[in-house]
């Protein structure tokens, strides 16, 4: 495609010489001779003119360059938007490995493509389009709909529900038993698990990600967010829409996430617990309360990030200054 072709899709300003070929897109360091790339700043920017790249994506206020440019508002939006134009999703035929076990109950939509050792079991529904990698386990009631991918070694419990084009990654497990105990005097009983998860649209998980079952209400993931490898989501969560979750977060049950939160690596939140919409959360905090909407914060227990950050440098000085102020403490005495 011409430069010019690639720019009126995403509505770009061309400097330069907008009749270059593009046949292919790449990262910064490493585009090839007809290569598209991007840079969200000067420094990336000088990094795009080392390399053999054709056109370089950029915001309104990067400097000018020797290589021809393509000006938008979002330099990765628009670079994601035509890669999806470039490399068009072709739709695999339909495919069942001679290893696969399936129920005569389970019900496959058009084009659906499943691996080598998968098992499927009775009264599952799978939409169009979907594929199940291999040595993945659904159990049975469980409804997964269209454009769907289930990498390898995926396991869904009984009556797990995924909406249109969720992906899950290596090694996730949804619908397990939720950590639910009565504990009475030296003994200790098991709580009924009767819900299910319930994922929706456009939601991807990253690998080893386990997702429980909900004890009496049902566990929810809500449409297009992101939650990344190795997180706990315990049962009777409700995660809202458009939440972002870096790897190693552990949700205790019962907590409802609002639409639009973002949540660094490592954090932990309690069980029972209410965090507003728009809420951002630094990573390693401690959530041991609810947060409001629209809040930052930090920290173990966690605290508004200026509050957090003025502890951290009163501490600071404190430890610093500790001889001195034993001193000053002793001779008062």
């Known amino acids: 495609m011409k430069i ?30 007809g290569d598209l790339t991007f840079a969200t700043d000067d420094n990336r920017l000088a990094l795009a003119e080392k390399s053999q790249s054709a056109c370089v994506l950029t915001t309104n206020t990067v400097r000018t360059s020797t290589k021809t440019l393509i000006r938008v508002h979002n330099p990765k939006l ?17 495919f ?10 389970a019900q496959l939509g058009n084009n659906v493509w499943i691996g080598p050792h998968v098992i499927i079991e009775d009264k599952v529904v799978i939409g169009d389009n979907t594929l199940i990698d291999s040595g993945s386990v659904i159990k049975r009631n469980c409804s997964i709909g269209a454009f769907c ?20 990654h290596g090694g996730v497990v949804v619908g397990c038993d939720g950590f639910g105990y009565v504990k009475d005097k030296d003994v200790i009983y098991k709580f009924p698990q009767l819900g299910k998860v ?29 939650i990344d490898n190795l997180c706990h989501i315990a049962h009777n969560v409700k995660i809202g829409k458009n939440v972002i979750m870096a790897a190693q977060c552990g949700i205790a049950g019962s907590t409802v996430i609002g639409d639009n939160v973002t949540m660094s690596g490592q954090v932990a939140v309690i069980d029972n617990v209410t965090i507003g919409p728009n809420a951002r959360i630094g990573g390693q905090s401690g959530i041991i309360g609810d947060i409001d909407g629209n809040a930052a914060v930090w ?8 509050q957090t950050k003025r502890q951290m440098a009163v501490l600071s000085w404190l430890t610093k200054n500790f001889s001195l102020i034993s001193k000053v403490v002793k001779g008062g005495n």
């Not at 628009?78 to 470039?86: D, E, G, P, S, V």
């Not at 920290?299 to 200026?306: D, I, L, N, Q």
């Open 149 to 168: 991918h289930i990498y390898p070694r995926v396991l869904l419990y009984e009556n797990t529900v995924l909406k249109d084009n969720v992906t899950l």
């Open 4 to 33: 010019n072709d690639l720019a009126l899709v995403i509505k770009g300003a061309i400097e330069g010489d907008s009749d270059i070929d593009i046949t292919g897109l790449s990262g910064t360091e490493n585009a090839r001779p």
């Open 96 to 105: 069942t490995h001679p290893s696969a076990v399936i129920a005569d109950t």
């Open 299 to 306: 920290g173990s227990p966690a605290r508004p990030v200026t």
């Open 78 to 94: 628009a670079f994601l938007i035509l890669y999806k134009a470039f490399y068009k999703q072709t739709l695999r035929t339909p």
């Open 198 to 226: 319930i994922i929706e649209e456009d939601v991807e998980i990253g690998a080893n990600t386990t997702i429980d079952r909900g004890s009496l209400d049902d566990t929810i993931i809500g449409a297009r967010s992101k």
